[in-house]
Structure formats: structure tokens, C-alpha cells
DNA sequence: TCATATTATGAATCCATATTCATCTCACGC
DNA sequence: GCGTGAGATGAATATGGATTCATAATATGA
């Protein structure tokens, strides 16, 4: 996982990843039935865990506004859980649908990918009909807070200062909520004022 | 260009790029020394291309909205006028720090890329202390609104109906001046009311 | 037209690396 | 202590694809 994400797929052997797990070349074969196996399985792995921590805050039942800010939230959680891992996911999956059959993808990190775009748009559209916030294309709103966070995330990524992250995705998420809400000023998710800094 | 930036390096041969430039093989060393070195050629002048066409709304006289927003109408000039160049220039410039020494990266992109971005950053903050805008880290700002710019830019190069891009653009543009303006109702630019949509 | 120089060709070479498999190791039961 | 087999080993093999170069085609100009 870690050789992946910081190598990309053409860039890793598997002598490489035979070495650095401590096992003969062979060995790795009687684990796995080739190097795409052997990515496929760390990809779904890595994908299911996004799912499960993100997917709950926006299944929930708490109203739209606090559906979207857990899932920022979330967001912070899961890269801290496993950055390497993280990295990984993002990385492969800043391309899915364009990239499928030239490149290696797993059906579940595409299937997630998609699945958490789908639930942030439907929620945001219900917020929409409920009146909290304005109407903007769902896709736009989804792709933008998405991308924003995954930029956020990878800058930090590489800073060795890792401590940033929760005040830059604070930004994000009050910027995130201005640009969206009816009423910005009555907010009680990402509301610490920013001009003091 | 247009077979990197569908396949990706590695996946993309010197045959397949003699076949489909009409040329023998050998006649392509001719030109290159190395597939490398073919590599990097094309993305040196497509970076090139990205700042000439950026940078002069950035540097212009005019005040730091009108800059910010010029540069976002610019991407999607850009864009429509070599689609494949500027996929092929996001892609590989989606990670362009952590990746160096193990993709191919040209200094000339990777330098137009952070050329950018300081220039946004130096655009913000200067909005910023005028009052203009509000007082978010201009890291996060800068590298938020290049993200999300390139996340639609993407998802509509991936669908047929391009048209599409404007409209979308607009609602980037809007959700974000909105972010960022401390009167977001004193809009002279990405004007047209969104609530009729 | 012909000799020569220039340029293009693509099969052959070479290299990196994914995969295989003959061999080795060693934990276990007797 | 010894025979056995499951599991591990890594050198050898196979393959894909970058690069080379002897040959062919074409252009030049006398």
C-alpha cells in the first residue's frame, strides 16, 4: 500500500514489494494471483473503509446542513486513520470513469466513489427543496466539495506539518457553507469567526 | 498528447506512437531522444501554453475580483481550446510535489503550476486586505478554487455534452465569490441569479 | 539520368520485471 | 532422530516494450 501510493503501479516490482514485506518473490504468489490481484485487493480495502466512515453522516437523520459538515468532519478522520492508505485511494481515484480499462481500478472504489458523490448531491438537493440552502447543479456543488477537500488533504499530505488540516478544512467548510447557505450568518457548524486571523 | 493524456505514461508505447503519428518507429528518435524526453517536450509547451493564457488576468490593473474572476472564465477558454493538452496538463499536475522522482514531471510544468497558485494566493490576499474579501488562509482558497475548477472541468471532458461547461463554470464562480466576498450582493461578476435553476 | 547524401523504416536487440517452479526448510508426528 | 509434506525460496524463464541500426526509400544537384 504504502510502495503504491507513493510510487504509482508501473513504479513498484514486485521484487520491491517482495523485499520490503520480508518474503521471497515467490512467496507473494501464493498470497496473491498476480500484481493487479494484489492491487485490486488493497483498493477495495481502502475503498470500503472510506465508505463506512463517510456514508453514515450522510445517511443519517440529522438535517442537510449537519448531514454535510460530520462528512467534512469525516473526512479529517479518515485520512488521519490511515494516511498512506488514503493517499492511495485518492490518488487512483482522481479519474475513475475516464481512466477505466487504461488504467487499474477495483469496482468497489469506483462503486464508492460514485456512491458517496450520489448520497452528497441527493443531500444536497434535499437541502435545496427544504430552502437551506441555494440552488446551484448538485453535480457542481458534490465535484467542488469533493475536490476541495482531496486538495486540502494532499497539500497537508505532503507538509510534513500535519497539525494544519483542521483549520484548512475548517476553511473549506465555512467557505464551503457561505457559498451555499441562504443564511450564512446563522450557522452552527464551521462558525468560529475567520477575520481574526 | 492525446494518447498520453487518454492512457497515461506508462501505458502508452513507442509503437502505438508511431503508428498513430504515421511514422516508423526508429523515424520517432529522430525527433526525441527518448520516449522521455517526447514526454516532457509536450508538457513543457502545454504548461506554457496554461500560463499564457492564466497569468495575464492575474496581472492585469484591475481589481482582484475582476482578476479572480477572469482567471476562472480564462480555464475555460483554455480548456475548449486544446482539450487534450489540458487534460493531459491537470493529470499530471494533480500531484505535483510528492510525485517528483517517480512520475515524469517537466520543471516547466511543475513551476507554471506553483506560479499560479502564488499568483492566486498574492490576488486573494491583496482582496483580502483591501476588505474586499474575507480572511481565509489564502492556501486554502487558492488551492480550493484550482481544485474545484478542475474537478468540473474533468467530469464534463468525460462527457460527450460539453456545452454544459459554461453553466457550470458560472456555478463555481458564484459559489465561490459568495465564499469569499465579505457583500456577496454587490456582484458585478457571475451575476445571473441561481435561484431560477 | 545517375551518384550521392539524407532521411525513414521496422525487424532485431536488449532490458526490466512479472511470473514460474525445481529446490530447500522446517514443523510435526512417530 | 527421522520421514514427510506444506510452505518458502529466489534463480531462471517469459514477456512486453524501449531502443538500435542495417537496409530501403527518397531527395538533391550535377
Known sequence: ???????????????????????????????????????????????????????????????????????IRASVRVFRENSAAIRLFLRANQRPVSQIGTTRFSKTAIKVHDTLQARLRQVYAAGVRKGTFRAFDPRVVALALDAALRAIIFSVAEDTDETA?????????????????????????????????
Request: hydrophobic share 45%; no cysteine; net charge negative.
Open 1 to 71: 500500500m504504502r510502495l503504491f501510493s507513493e510510487k504509482g503501479f508501473h513504479n513498484v516490482s514486485m521484487q520491491e514489494i517482495a523485499a520490503e514485506a520480508e518474503f521471497a518473490t515467490g512467496t507473494i504468489y501464493s498470497f496473491f494471483d498476480s500484481k493487479e490481484a494484489l492491487y485490486l485487493e488493497i483498493m477495495n480495502e481502502v475503498a470500503d473503509n472510506v465508505l463506512s466512515v463517510g456514508q453514515p453522516f450522510l445517511d443519517g437523520q440529522a438535517d442537510e446542513r449537519e448531514k454535510l459538515a460530520g462528512f
Open 165 to 197: 488540516l483542521e483549520q484548512k478544512v475548517t476553511d473549506i467548510e465555512e467557505l464551503f457553507f457561505r457559498g451555499i447557505l441562504h443564511d450564512p450568518w446563522n450557522r452552527a457548524a464551521g462558525s468560529r469567526a475567520a477575520a481574526d486571523r
